[in-house]
């Protein structure tokens, strides 16, 4: 059955986007040993185009011609930053919140800590992944799955709008000092309120619904709603995270569950 409604652009787009992601075969691999694998082509953290083809090929990751401009989008001038790459894996393999917290922290931090900066760098281009690089790769349209190229410009244009505010909300929750621990980020998207950050389908979602809080906002002089509540999860689960890594959660922790893409707005 098709994505056929009298909004269409909702569900299709999201189904059109999870495509993209899935065709580069990240999710038939578990995180840690892609991980692992990437660090064996780095040269001071970078990779030039025969060691990324090598690292994809050693891995069976998907180097085909939609793929290889994909890639070409990721480039920083000649080369491709390690710790892009290792981004990318945390976002598409399988694997625990805790080994992708920490493969983050590995590639972005030092000692075992990340510092404030270089942690808004990390999000951001967890961010920028997701709405600018990854949707590139967007199935496209069908019978069965129909919406058009301005419908899924508009709904990453919103997402977009989310995400300036939705990374310094998350720097002001997690920093309290100039860095924060491993232990410490595990523990801040350990939080089921937080999870949702490495998913990217759930972090589109997120950012649109900071963005549409944003408009509204504007429109009615009041100030945008907190874009740490997860709007996927029944209850609203705020996170304070302390100098030894502990937290506090406002209500009992739940299962995340998937929430519908609203492209309409």
Same mark, same amino acid.
């Given at each position: 059955?098709?994505?056929?409604?009298?909004?269409?652009?909702?569900?299709?787009?999201?189904?059109?986007?999870?495509?993209?992601?899935?065709?580069?075969?990240?999710?038939?691999?578990?995180?840690?040993?892609?991980?692992?694998?990437?660090?064996?082509?780095?040269?001071?953290?970078?990779?030039?185009?025969?060691?990324?083809?090598?690292?994809?090929?050693? *891995?069976?990751?998907?180097?085909?011609?939609?793929?290889?401009?994909?890639?070409?989008?990721?480039?920083?001038?000649?080369?491709?930053?390690?710790?892009?790459?290792?981004?990318? =894996?945390?976002?598409?393999?399988?694997?625990?919140?805790?080994?992708?917290?920490?493969?983050?922290?590995?590639?972005?931090?030092?000692?075992?800590?990340?510092? *404030?900066?270089?942690?808004?760098?990390?999000?951001?281009?967890?961010?920028?992944?997701?709405?600018?690089?990854?949707?590139?790769?967007?199935?496209?349209?069908?019978? /069965?799955?129909?919406?058009?190229?301005?419908?899924?410009?508009?709904?990453?244009?919103?997402?977009?709008?989310?995400?300036?505010?939705?990374?310094?909300?998350?720097? /002001?929750?997690?920093?309290?000092? /100039?860095?924060?621990?491993?232990?410490?980020?595990?523990?801040?998207?350990?939080?089921?309120?937080?999870?949702?950050?490495?998913?990217?389908?759930?972090?589109?979602?997120?950012?649109?619904?900071?963005?549409?809080?944003?408009?509204?906002?504007?429109?009615?002089?009041?100030? =945008?709603? *907190?874009?740490?509540?997860?709007?996927?999860? *029944?209850?609203?689960?705020?996170?304070?995270?302390?100098?030894?890594?502990?937290?506090?959660?406002? /209500?009992?922790?739940?299962?995340?569950?998937?929430?519908?893409?609203?492209?309409?707005?």
């Amino acid at each position: 059955m098709g994505c056929n409604s009298s909004r269409p652009e909702k569900p299709c787009l999201e189904i059109a986007l999870i495509n993209g992601d899935n065709s580069l075969q990240y999710g038939l691999h578990d995180v840690w040993s892609i991980n692992s694998s990437l660090k064996t082509f780095l040269k001071d953290g970078k990779l030039g185009k025969s060691e990324l083809r090598q690292y994809l090929k050693t *891995n069976s990751l998907s180097y085909d011609e939609k793929a290889e401009s994909f890639y070409k989008s990721l480039k920083t001038g000649k080369i491709f930053e390690g710790n892009v790459l290792a981004t990318l =894996a945390c976002l598409l393999c399988k694997g625990s919140v805790q080994i992708k917290s920490e493969v983050l922290v590995d590639s972005w931090g030092q000692g075992g800590k990340i510092g *404030n900066e270089e942690f808004g760098k990390m999000i951001h281009c967890v961010f920028e992944l997701v709405i600018e690089n990854l949707p590139l790769l967007a199935s496209a349209p069908t019978t /069965d799955n129909n919406y058009t190229p301005d419908e899924l410009t508009r709904f990453l244009e919103r997402a977009k709008a989310g995400i300036e505010k939705s990374k310094q909300e998350i720097i /002001d929750v997690l920093f309290t000092t /100039d860095s924060c621990t491993k232990s410490q980020i595990q523990e801040f998207f350990a939080n089921p309120n937080n999870e949702s950050w490495l998913v990217p389908c759930s972090i589109r979602q997120r950012l649109k619904a900071v963005g549409k809080s944003i408009r509204k906002s504007r429109k009615s002089g009041k100030h =945008a709603g *907190n874009s740490l509540q997860d709007p996927a999860l *029944n209850n609203k689960v705020s996170l304070t995270v302390e100098p030894n890594g502990e937290h506090h959660d406002s /209500d009992h922790p739940q299962k995340h569950h998937g929430g519908k893409i609203d492209a309409s707005e």
